[in-house]
């Protein structure tokens, strides 16, 4: 992969609850991205799970972020959504996922401590079941080589313009 900017820094953070079906697509979305993008030195990929605050510290250090979760936005089942800078709602914001008010809190306080990424992208799924249950239901699963795309897309966008 060539990159015009390659020593700029883009963190990939993959967070949900993979017990709960389609809750964990930023979760399975990973190896995918991985695999993508192992010949980038400078993209870390960070597995995020439902680990709150314990973010706070990769969310500062990061110049520039994207994140991925399951977003509830009342779509079909497998829709897949982007939500930019202000887009993204940060603690007083809609709760789009269950585990998602512990990383409202982590947007909040990097906003507050002023260590807010320069760039920050959320790509997300509208989850088809959030029942327990491991593994993405086949209707995400079915969409999840192209929220794959979509995120190397915002890869190479921003090393073409950072």
Known sequence: MKNKQ?????????????????EGVGIHLLPLLEEALKEDE???????????????????DAENLIIIDAINSGKEGGTIIKLEGDEIPT??????????????????AAKMRERYP???????????SLQLGIGLTETNQSMLNELANVVLDQVKLWRSVL
């Open 6 to 22: 390659p020593d700029k820094k883009i963190t990939i953070l993959g967070i949900g609850n993979t017990l709960f079906s389609d």
């Open 42 to 60: 400078n993209i870390e990929i960070i597995e995020g799970l439902t680990d709150g605050m314990k973010l706070l510290g990769p969310v500062e």
């Open 91 to 108: 603690y007083f914001g809609i709760k789009m996922s269950i585990h998602q008010l512990g990383f409202q809190e982590v947007l909040l």
């Open 118 to 128: 320069k760039q920050i992208v959320m790509y997300g799924m509208q989850p088809t």
